[in-house]
Nanobody, 121 residues
Framework: QVQLVESGGGLVQPGGSLRLSCAASGTIFSIYVMGWYRQGPGKQRELVAAVPSAGSAAYADSVKGRFTISRDDAKNTVYLQMNSLKPENTAVYYC???????????????WGQGTQVTVSS
C-alpha cells in the first residue's frame, strides 16, 4: 500500500507564502498523478493542482499564477508552492496520488490525512 505524509501547513498572513510537501512511501510500482485538493469550511473538496508523470500540470482557475505544483520522482514527493495567499485559501489541503503498487495491478487513488492552511491577519 501507499502512505502519504503531508507537511508545511500553518498560519500565514494575507499576501504570504507557504510550501506544502507530500512524500509517498510503501510498496510503489508506479505513480501516475500527484496532486493537491482542499476542503474549506462548509465546502466540498476541490482540486487545487495536479501533475501527471508525463505532461503539463493542471490548476484550479482561482490559483493560477499564484500556486505552483512540482514533483520529485526520485523522492516520490510532490510540492505545492503557494504565493500571494488570500483568506479564502484557508482550508485543509490533502495530498492525492494515483498509483499502481504492483506490475499489472489495479490503479488506485490514495489520500493523505490533510494539513491545515490558515490565512489570516
Amino acid at each position: 500500500q501507499v502512505q502519504l505524509v503531508e507537511s508545511g501547513g500553518g498560519l500565514v498572513q494575507p499576501g504570504g507564502s507557504l510550501r506544502l510537501s507530500c512524500a509517498a512511501s510503501g510498496t510503489i510500482f508506479s505513480i501516475y498523478v500527484m496532486g493537491w485538493y482542499r476542503q474549506g469550511p462548509g465546502k466540498q473538496r476541490e482540486l487545487v493542482a495536479a501533475v501527471p508523470s508525463a505532461g503539463s500540470a493542471a490548476y484550479a482557475d482561482s490559483v493560477k499564477g499564484r500556486f505552483t505544483i512540482s514533483r520529485d520522482d526520485a523522492k516520490n514527493t510532490v510540492y505545492l508552492q503557494m504565493n500571494s495567499l488570500k483568506p479564502e485559501n484557508t482550508a485543509v489541503y490533502y495530498c492525492n496520488t494515483v498509483a499502481r503498487v504492483v506490475s499489472g495491478g489495479s490503479v488506485i487513488t490514495y489520500w493523505g490525512q490533510g494539513t491545515q492552511v490558515t490565512v489570516s491577519s
